[in-house]
């Protein structure tokens, strides 16, 4: 890749372009491998990473800027976090007030019941967290490139 300031040379774009196609490729190998579960999952978290990377591959040009490419995935993983957290959200609400709540008499009530909501899990706190340092670092690059 060349500097910043003139953009990405032909190589370093089609460099960027097959890496893109590459990833969903691997995705799909791995998804559809007969031999590992776990290979599997590899694949399962990769297909959902290889759609929002592929939201770059129309700034997979000569000249465009670095820059622009590397914000576009920061704003790209930043929607992700938010949409994380909308479906948490939703999923929460749904048990709330379509499902029956659990039985305190079973194994599995017990434990249902032992765990606390999901706006006390650490991970959503991450999501949370990696949501709004994404926003953050965004809005320096846009103040920045002016």
Known sequence: ???????????GAYCLEVFIIGLGVMALVLIFQPFSIGLYAVGS????????INNLLPLAQPGVKVRSVVTVALVVALVFCIALLVSITAAHLYGVFFLNPPDPNTLAGKAQLATPPFYKQAFVWEIAAAAVILALVVTALNKTAR
């Open 45 to 52: 978290g990769l297909v959902v990473l290889a759609g929002l």
């Open 1 to 11: 890749m060349s500097d910043s300031s003139s953009g990405m040379s032909r190589a």
